[in-house]
């Protein structure tokens, strides 16, 4: 089953060119980011007139953004009574499988979540270093509200994927946890980081 589909380039401007953005002394007009948007970054030779540029705002610095409309092509397959994405064409006969780039992605993400979660784990112990005690906290937001900006420069309730992160605490340790790629809980997927807390009561009520 081959299906075609026109919106705003969410699918190609957030799948293919996360965090790319275009660095030019002069700027950047319509045809250019038509040429690198048909071309995603390299991986694809779509045809330039299936890109309709919206806009086209200035960024900070030397950066741009680029609203768009791109034309693609999707072959869904069906497996046990489910349709399912199998391919994408990034061109003329040109079929690729959304497998290997779901997984690029993820993996990505799930780098930046490894991160993040150890920005938190190392804000906790900077807390408990100068309190003596760890932060009483019962959701990852009130966490947050405490260890930013002290602690952790940025606030962080978020991973990857956009779901906030789940904080628990227990008599023996604190737990910060994403449920990773699949957003289920106990299917293997997620990513987390514990603190053993010490002898004796180690938390602090926040007034």
Do not use: C
């Amino acid at each position: 089953m081959q299906l075609s589909t026109k919106g705003l380039a969410i699918f190609g401007l957030i799948l293919f060119l996360s965090g790319y953005s275009v660095a030019s002394l002069a700027p950047l007009n319509s045809k250019e980011a038509r040429r690198m948007i048909a071309r995603l970054g390299g991986i694809a030779d779509l045809p330039e007139d299936k890109v309709r540029i919206k806009s086209i705002r200035s960024g900070m610095g030397s950066d741009a953004v680029v609203e768009a409309e791109i034309e693609l092509a999707f072959r869904f397959t069906q497996v046990d009574r489910n349709w399912q994405i199998a391919e994408i064409r990034l061109g003329d006969n040109r079929w690729e499988s959304l497998k290997p780039i779901i997984d690029s992605i993820n993996r990505e993400k799930a780098q930046r979540t490894i991160a993040d979660l150890q920005t938190l784990k190392a804000g906790l112990e900077a807390y408990y270093k100068e309190h003596g005690s760890y932060v009483k906290a019962s959701n990852i937001a009130e966490l947050s509200s405490v260890l930013s900006p002290k602690y952790v420069n940025r606030v962080l309730r978020l991973d990857g994927w956009g779901r906030e992160f789940i904080y628990k605490e227990s008599a023996g340790t604190i737990k910060i946890e994403s449920l990773g790629a699949d957003g289920a809980p106990d299917s293997g997927d997620e990513i987390a980081i514990e603190i053993t807390r010490p002898p004796g009561p180690g938390i602090r009520q926040n007034n």
